[in-house]
């Protein structure tokens, strides 16, 4: 079959499994270019690996300097009659592949990572067959729900704002429209709910009960991802649910170096830069903002993707020459240093004054927003053949 690009808002329904092997291949080797990682890690557990933030650490850990063995563990879909598989389903199989092709160890697991039957296969398989221990476990989960562990109960995250309601522009991908909504306030129970999901109670939970295990190897580190981002975002993101669910997570990293201390380990909380991902294209308002600051950075030379951002905090931040891991005063990893360069966020918000529904593609960078939203999802690649036809019967053979 022939396999088309189908978008609804900002949610791709399809995806082409060529292209997520050559995005795969693509951050590869833009890690082997880089400034190579030094005293890393060997033996790595990424939750969430399969997409975003979690996958460019995978490839950056295995192909960046430090050849690192990996488990995966993320929630996708393969191919079936209900279509073709999510792009995180062939991101898992090719990098695998790939991986191997290196003799390293590549290790995907296919379900809930937030159920207890996950951690126990994952805690047999380090146990039996990968020797052992972990040195780095990565959280970078991103989802809407989180099913309570004792009562299954779900907890749904609702982005919303706390105090004052929002309006702002937000990006239509689907028909290239910036279209104005308003983001409404949360209640106290969307609030505790958010935190539930994307704090730091999961990750908690992961880290006790690898410990518990005994597979965290001495000197284990463990990360998780965050954003704060200028003022101009906060009343959406860093004061609204989502922040305060970061200041969560920040909190727990804080809770989990004092535990891991006596294993001579570390957590720590890296605070990101602004990019186009799964999750990230959900929040609402916060486009305008990505199509400046891609415009200013990539004006600037200063632009980095996923992959880009997690060479630099292996390599520079989290593991290297130094003697410490650099933090700011709060203890964050800050690798959003770039994006918050004060003349950067000057020129954004100039460009968010003048941007309207009508010249959004000009002052923003949406073709490059638009391309990368494709681009996780396998198309736009210009070495691929979008005409070809794909064998699904074949495809529907490989396993992560
Ligand atoms: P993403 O949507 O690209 O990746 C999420 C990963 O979580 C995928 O591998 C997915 O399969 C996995 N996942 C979701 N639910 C799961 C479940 N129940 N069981 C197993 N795996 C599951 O998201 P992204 O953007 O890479 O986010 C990762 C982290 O980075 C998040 O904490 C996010 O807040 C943070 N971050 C993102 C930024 C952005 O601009 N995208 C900026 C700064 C931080």
């Known amino acids: ?6 978008v609804n808002g900002v949610v791709a329904r399809s995806a082409h499994p060529i292209g997520c092997q050559q995005a795969v291949l693509n951050q590869i080797e833009t890690v082997e270019h880089s400034s190579q990682i030094t005293n890393g890690p060997k033996k790595v557990l990424v939750l969430g690996a399969s997409s975003g933030f979690g996958l460019a650490s995978r490839i950056s850990l295995a192909f960046g300097g430090a050849q690192a063995d990996t488990i ?8 079936s009659d209900k279509g073709v598989g999510t792009a995180g389903w062939y991101n898992n199989i090719y990098f695998r592949q790939e991986a191997e092709k290196r003799g390293l160890i590549a290790k995907n697991f296919v379900g809930d990572a937030f159920s207890s039957e996950m951690r126990q296969q994952v805690i047999d398989y380090i146990k039996s067959e990968f020797g052992g221990k972990v040195d780095l476990v990565v959280y970078s989960l991103a989802t809407g729900v989180r099913p ?9 995250s609702a982005i919303k704002t706390v105090g004052e309601p929002v309006s702002g522009p937000t990006i239509n991908i689907e028909h290239d429209k910036l279209e104005s909504m308003e983001v409404g306030t949360a209640s106290a129970e969307e609030m505790e709910a958010t935190i539930k999901v994307m704090g730091g109670e999961d990750w908690q939970s992961w880290m006790e009960i690898l410990s518990d295990a005994d597979v965290l190897a001495h000197g284990c580190k463990t990360v998780a991802y ?5 003022e101009v975002t906060y009343p959406i993101y860093h004061h609204g649910t989502l922040g305060r669910a970061k200041q ?9 170096n004092q535990k891991l201390a006596t294993l001579g380990g570390e957590a720590y909380v890296s605070v990101c830069k602004a990019l186009v991902t799964k ?3 959900f929040i609402p308002a916060f486009s305008p903002y990505i199509l400046s600051l891609f415009k200013v950075m990539k004006q600037k030379g200063t632009h980095e993707g996923c992959i880009e951002q997690m060479q630099r905090l292996f390599s520079q931040r989290l593991y290297g020459t130094g003697a410490s891991v650099p933090v700011d005063e709060a203890r964050l990893i800050r690798v959003d240093d770039w994006e918050l360069e004060p003349e950067t966020q000057a020129e954004v918000s100039q460009l968010m004054q003048q941007m309207t529904a009508d010249n959004f ?15 996780l999802n396998g198309f736009g690649f210009d070495n691929v053949d979008y005409n070809a036809r794909i064998d699904m019967d074949n495809l529907a053979l490989l396993r992560p």
Request: hydrophobic share 35%; net charge negative.
């Open 1 to 6: 079959m022939i396999i088309e690009p189908i």
């Open 72 to 79: 995966g563990v993320s929630f996708e879909r393969g191919p």
């Open 148 to 156: 309570d562990p004792e009562s299954g109960h779900l907890w749904r």
């Open 226 to 230: 965050s954003y704060v981002g200028p």
């Open 248 to 256: 969560h997570l920040h909190h727990t990293a804080d809770e989990l």
């Open 279 to 281: 999750a990230s294209v």
């Open 361 to 375: 593609q000009e002052v923003g960078d949406y073709s490059g927003y638009k391309l990368d939203f494709m681009q």
